[in-house]
């Protein structure tokens, strides 16, 4: 405002004045120099203005930008929510299914021990009459031990740090039930119980064989990772590097795969 | 529950007045191996000449009455009820249906007090090796729980718990500060006195340290200090948060919760400070990490699945699975000595409860009652959970047994949380 407003009085001040004609010439000049000057001003508040203008543009923007951007991130929060929500309902639904298929396998097993003590009876005989066999041979025709309780067992003997009796009874459960649900978890466990008595190159062949019959189970990437940890503890370095790359490289969504560029990176190697 | 709770607390005052009137709640399937134990009140017993008797309301308090509640609740003994106005003598003892007798004699020397214990079988054999307990008052209730302990030890050939001790935060003083009792509530100790928010400790497994969250510093960082209050040592981690630490049970590996970005995750340090390792990297809230008793699992709370629940991951971070399937916010987890259960707090219908999950089975139970009762910790034998309830209004500390009987309420003054029992037999 004070520079526009002064240059207006000084001309004012100098026409009020008595003045020869090179006066006014000099005069005349200086008002052109003054509307020229004057001009000028108003170009630079015409810009200053449209800079505001720009600048206010820009503002509402980058108000709306932002907006658009929290509202990008609560989306995306919102999903996140629902694919934890999701998450939380199929780890809900597996574990109401492996109760059930447990339940189902008691079934199975109660009925198998009532089939073997209860014979059908002879065809053309009355149905209602059944055959009660000598108890037994038909005793040493069922297992001895429901698998589940042999599994079970093992678990409690890990549990308890008795790695030996731990491994004894995942062996035996697995050679009990090989198509068992439990069978991949009881080769994982087998390993981990050699891993945790720092029988390293066992556990590395025991996790081996958890990722070669069963391949498709969840356990698979905690066995290779675990196996690459194995090498490193035995410093075989080299061979350690190569597994927990792999681990990387075939389970990056899985939490094994954070862990592996962890122990990577510990270890001086860069993963993408 | 809650009448479990209104009788002990009315019969608690009587109890220690009389002469063995503990009633406990018994198994029945143990029922057969009780072994009854008649212990008449000092005072009765003939003197000794030459000696100067301390007088019955000397002791009753903080010596007769933790040594008629140890040997009551530790599920080896029942006390026989003595007639009272008659000696008692093994005859005695033996009418009323007892397998040992339990003879006590204390005296006087200058502070100190003399305690002469003789467990005697019902032919009058002493089977207790003579030992004479020297202590100031202050310590009478340390050598009620010794005593209780040896004879447990005689009998039944296994170490009580009468002698460990439960870690806990207090702010009776006006601060959160780290305290310490004994297993029926005596004795209660500070341990830091810092001025500032000091919670969580967590036991070593040699009961000789702890570890615990404290603003010291002005930020959330882990200390460790010895069970006298000495020797504290600041873990640094360079992270923010530091809280929740738990010693392994094998090695000197402290798990914790540390959080980059604003993000909780659980991490591994040792105790000098070194070698720290991050085992959960998700974008969710990971927290409250707990030792199995092997050493080999870690469980924790995540949020990746929606709501607070409980997982399970190897001591590597490998192979994390989720326990917790009923209820929309479970958290504190901590595992039964065994490591064949793992407690809980759950919220159930608005409220949060105990929850014991079988780790072998898979089956969960709810065992506890009124109020919010939260952060349960397992007694080291396994037979008993110490925890936290606002039943009464305020935050207080409880003892019951693994399956809710037996509940004692173990701290009064200010209010109490976060209950860590230590972890060995002594």
């Given at each position: 405002m004070r520079s526009r407003f002064l240059p207006l009085v000084t001309l004012f001040a100098l026409l009020g004045g008595c003045a020869s004609t090179g006066d006014v010439a000099r005069l005349q000049n200086q008002v052109a120099e003054l509307q020229e000057e004057l001009a000028g001003l108003k170009r630079t508040t015409a810009a200053k203005e449209e800079v505001q203008n720009v600048n206010q543009r820009i503002a509402e923007q980058t108000e709306q930008l932002l907006r658009s951007s929290a509202t990008l991130v609560s989306k995306v929060d919102q999903m996140e929510e629902r694919i934890q929500n999701t998450q939380g309902t199929i780890e809900q639904t597996n574990y109401r299914i492996d109760r059930m298929a447990q339940q189902m396998t008691q079934f199975q097993r109660d009925l198998e021990l009532l089939g073997a003590r209860v014979q059908p009876a002879a065809p053309?005989?009355?149905?209602s009459e059944i055959t009660v066999p000598a108890p037994g041979p038909v005793v040493s025709a069922v297992p001895s031990e429901n698998p589940v309780d042999v599994y079970q067992a093992a678990y409690r003997d890990y549990q308890r740090g008795n790695f030996d009796l731990a491994i004894s009874g995942f062996r035996d459960f697995i050679t009990q039930s090989p198509n068992s649900d439990l069978a991949d978890n009881a080769a994982y466990w087998i390993g981990e119980s050699l891993f945790s008595q720092q029988k390293y190159p066992e556990a590395i062949a025991q996790f081996d064989s958890v990722v070669t019959q069963y391949?498709?189970?969840?356990?698979v990437p905690g066995a290779l990772l675990k196996k690459g940890f194995s090498y490193l503890n035995i410093n075989e370095r080299a061979q350690g590097i190569v597994q927990l790359q792999y681990v990387v490289h075939e389970h990056p969504n899985a939490p094994e795969a954070a862990l592996a560029r962890q122990r990577l990176r510990q270890l001086g190697i860069e993963t993408r | 529950m809650k009448k479990i709770l209104a009788v002990l607390s009315f019969a608690l005052p009587a109890l220690l007045s009389a002469q063995t009137d503990v009633t406990v709640t018994i198994d029945p399937s143990q029922a057969s191996q009780i072994v009854r134990i008649a212990v008449p009140f000092p005072d009765s017993v003939p003197k000794t000449a030459g000696a100067t008797v301390a007088a019955s309301e000397e002791i009753r308090e903080p010596f007769f009455a933790p040594l008629t509640r140890d040997l009551a609740y530790s599920d080896a003994f029942a006390i026989a009820p003595l007639p009272p106005g008659i000696a008692p003598t093994i005859e005695v003892a033996k009418r009323a249906g007892a397998h040992y007798l339990l003879k006590i004699n204390v005296f006087r020397e200058g502070p100190d007090y003399l305690v002469d214990p003789e467990l005697l079988d019902m032919t009058g054999a002493s089977v207790l090796k003579p030992q004479r307990y020297r202590s100031p008052r202050a310590a009478l209730t340390r050598t009620a729980h010794t005593i209780a302990n040896n004879i447990l030890r005689i009998v039944r050939g296994t170490p009580g718990i009468f002698m460990t001790r439960i870690a806990f935060a207090s702010n009776r003083t006006g601060n959160w500060e780290i305290w310490l009792m004994d297993w029926d509530g005596a004795n209660q100790t500070q341990i830091t006195n810092h001025g500032v928010i000091s919670i969580l400790p967590s036991w070593a497994p040699d009961n000789e340290r702890m570890v615990y969250t404290s603003w010291l510093k002005g930020t959330s960082d882990m200390w460790i200090i010895n069970r006298r209050g000495g020797g504290r040592i600041r873990l640094h981690?360079?992270?923010?948060?530091?809280?929740s630490a738990t010693f392994s049970p094998v090695n000197n590996d402290i798990a914790f919760v540390g959080s980059t970005n604003g993000n909780p995750d659980i991490y591994l340090i040792n105790d000098a400070g070194g070698n720290i390792r991050r085992l959960t990297s998700t974008g969710s809230i990971e927290s409250t990490p707990e030792w199995s008793p092997n050493g080999r699992q870690i469980s924790f709370t995540s949020g990746r699945s929606g709501t607070p629940q409980i997982y399970v991951m190897d001591a590597e971070g490998t192979n994390v699975r989720r326990i917790s399937f009923e209820g929309d916010w479970n958290d504190d987890a901590t595992w039964s000595p065994d490591g064949e259960r793992i407690a809980y707090t759950s919220r159930v219908r608005g409220r949060f409860q105990i929850r014991i999950h079988n780790t072998v089975t898979g089956e969960t139970r709810i065992v506890a009652g009124e109020g919010s009762n939260e952060q349960p910790s397992w007694s080291p034998d396994g037979r008993w959970i110490t925890f936290q309830s606002n039943r009464g209004g305020k935050w207080q500390i409880y003892r019951m047994r693994a399956?809710?009987?037996d509940l004692l309420p173990l701290t009064s003054q200010g209010e109490n949380k976060e209950p860590d029992w230590s972890k060995k037999l002594e």
């Open positions: 053309g005989s009355p149905s391949p498709r189970s969840d356990k | 981690t360079g992270l923010n948060l530091n809280t399956d809710g009987t």
